[in-house]
């Protein structure tokens, strides 16, 4: 355990940066399936509304990944592949039909 005062506030600190990192990975997970659902939905039922939905959730979870990247949260590698990923998975999606 931690004897002097700055030990126990880096303690402190570094929990607090645990929650927020964790909580940040948890919703790029969360988007990425939210992202995967929708175009599943637009597998089912190809329309302009679907397709954008596909778009915009796509967006959403490309802008979190890169806010992760700036705070430090993910590595821009581990970032770059995730979006990657996912866009590659979307564009097999958006023009299989």
């Known amino acids: 355990m931690a004897n002097n005062k700055s030990a126990k506030k880096r303690i402190k600190v570094a929990e607090r940066n645990r929650l927020v990192n964790k909580s940040y990975k948890s919703t790029v997970k969360t988007l990425t399936k939210k992202t995967l659902a929708n175009c599943e939905k637009y597998k089912l039922d190809p329309n302009s509304d679907n397709k954008n939905l596909v778009m915009f959730s796509l967006s959403e979870a490309f802008s979190l990944i890169d ?8 590595h821009k590698n581990n970032g770059a592949n995730k979006k990657s990923k996912i866009n590659k998975l979307v564009k097999n999606f958006l023009t299989s039909k």
Request: no cysteine.
């Open 67 to 74: 806010k992760a990247v700036k705070k430090n949260v993910l």
